[in-house]
């Protein structure tokens, strides 16, 4: 834990960047691996810590950058304020023979966007999965808050007081905001292209109708999951009725506006000023950075206020400045006053050795990829064998590859727009990029009864690079609707001499619900898992409490624990309800309670506290063997190789070889272009 503490800070305040980058995301992982009981803002840390790694964040505002330019100061070659370059670099010439460096160097930006689509999966998967009754009917927000484990306080008061409608707004702005989220990334894709004005691709029109039209289509399949289980065949009907006639004229008005769109024709009058709607417009309204994340700011400082989520709210909030560009995060620090003088200026784009050949791959080659790719996930949906699958996916990269060489050998001139790399460089963060997306996108896939077959095809074919960059990930928060119902936890435990204790471990028990919870409490976390969806994790808070029992009385192994959970309905906001607070609200409605696990602490294993324990605490060592955990399938080393293909791992291992190889023979090539240019 001290390594990982250290690894974070180092990384935080950017000191060995890269180095306390990989440690901690390595450290990080492990400490999941060993308990992911408590996993939630944990997956959002987990998700964007490889990106991170794989950046160069250390570039800028960081310690490793302070020394570096220190280190170029005494030596000259720093190009500062006021000087040549103004901070900005500046080339090769008679007075200073090495060129002088910037302040702020260049960086890919690829990072930074793969984290603004994660920020997009996390909002809009989460939008998507929440497809139960009570975000229709608007008291999803109301039973949200109502659920004791994650709340500050007791809001019941405050909710009321805002009244129905008002939750109703609150409801579906949340929804709506959540699944229409990842309309924001495609605003910074549009204000990028409207920045640098690429041309509209010519087949822009038909391309918009083929995103509309499939998006029309899995709105219609998913209309029967949205509306839940309750609906009938004619509320089913209706609404996919109004979404054929609204999903129509939308696509139709989208037909015969997009031309004018396109060339900035369209125009509209307010107040006598026109206002004209193109690619410019639309990134800065209706696909706006600052209207989608306040949004969002708001939304999260309420959950801040109102609910215990712990890291999650924070963290979700940070990868917010992933949306803003380095002159506009520059920008707003001066306007701050968090810096002093101007803004320095990034490293000049016309620097000799920022210039890289340009080319693009051509059409035939990136439609025999794409054929590639798609006619090996038909063959392996299909049913077709996984050497077909894995085949189409070399075939395709070594095209790539092969046809990015080739363009890098035939146009070393220097084109615009400024590249982070070569041709070879740019197919292979392209194909990584790609590789992530696609990842990450298909082990989020909202559980659909009509995706149930791919989804699980295709988590089996990048479970190893999820696993690999610890970016596993579910969000699946209130979904598919909140719960209506809270629970508790009992303990009993049965002592060697028969005599019963109540260890008071019942959430809703008035020593436990204090005014107002500062910090988030583990053992609520555990005892809401425990009640929903990890019940197998009972066996093991029962077999935590026999070896807390037997360390607390005399190292004692008590004979039996039991658990039982007991569940009391949420009141509607309209219902009259006791005084007294959360605790007395429960305890009056409170179903009997059932048992959910029971075990004999001297049989069960892991039950027994160990001889190591035992010595620490200066209790007597234990009378009986300790029960070991059974063997793990896992664990078994003939069982887990002959399940593997034949020449693993060493294939593995020749892949990863090659592929060093080949990077660095691209990167030798790569230098030799960079210096004919």
Known sequence: MTALLAAIVGFTVGLRTRLCGWLGLVLFQMLLARNNTFAAGDQVYGSVIFLLCVSRCGHAYSLDNWLRCRRLRRRGELSEPGGPGGGAGADPSPSHPRGLAAIYRRIPAWPRLLIVAQLAVIYGINGLNKSGSGWWDGTAVFYAMQHHPFARFDSRPLLVALGSPTLWVMTQVVHLWEKLFPLMALGLVLGFAARAQLPPPRAGRFLWLALGLAVLAFLWSAVPFELGKEATAEAIAGARSWLLIV?????????????????????????GRAIVVDRAFLSRTLFGRWLWLGVGLGFHASLVALMNLGGFPLATLALYIACFDGRTVAAAASRLRLSRGPVIPTEDPSLRHLRRPGGVLSGRVLGSVVALVV???????????LEVWYACLVGAAGLSLFAAMRRSAANSEPTE???????????????????HLVAILVTALPSRP?????????????????????????????TPTPPRSVGAIHTHVIDAEGREYDMRTALYLPEHLRPFEVWPDRERKIEVVMLGSRSELAVWQARAWCRRFAREHDGVTPLEVRLSRQIAPIEPIEAEVVAGGPSARFWANARPPELVAMVHCHDEPHGQLPDQVRARHGLPALDTPLKPLPKLASDDWPAVRAAKPLGWPLTEWLALLACGVGLLSWRRRSRKTEERT
Not at 256 to 269: D, H, I, K
Not at 417 to 435: D, F, S, T
Not at 453 to 475: D, I, K, M, P, Y
Request: with cysteine; charged share 10%.
């Open 417 to 435: 727009p400024l590249w982070a790399y070569g041709p070879v460089g740019r197919v292979l963060v392209g194909g990584l990029c790609g590789l």
């Open 247 to 271: 999903g129509s004229l939308s696509l139709v008005s989208l037909w015969f506006t997009y031309p004018r769109l396109r060339n900035g024709e369209f125009a509209l009058r307010w107040r």
């Open 375 to 385: 006619g090996g996930a038909v063959v392996l949906a299909s049913g077709g064998p």
């Open 450 to 478: 009509s995706l149930a077959a791919f989804r699980a095809e295709a988590r089996a074919r990048v479970a190893w690079w999820l696993a690999f960059t610890g970016t596993s990930q579910a969000w699946v928060m209130f």
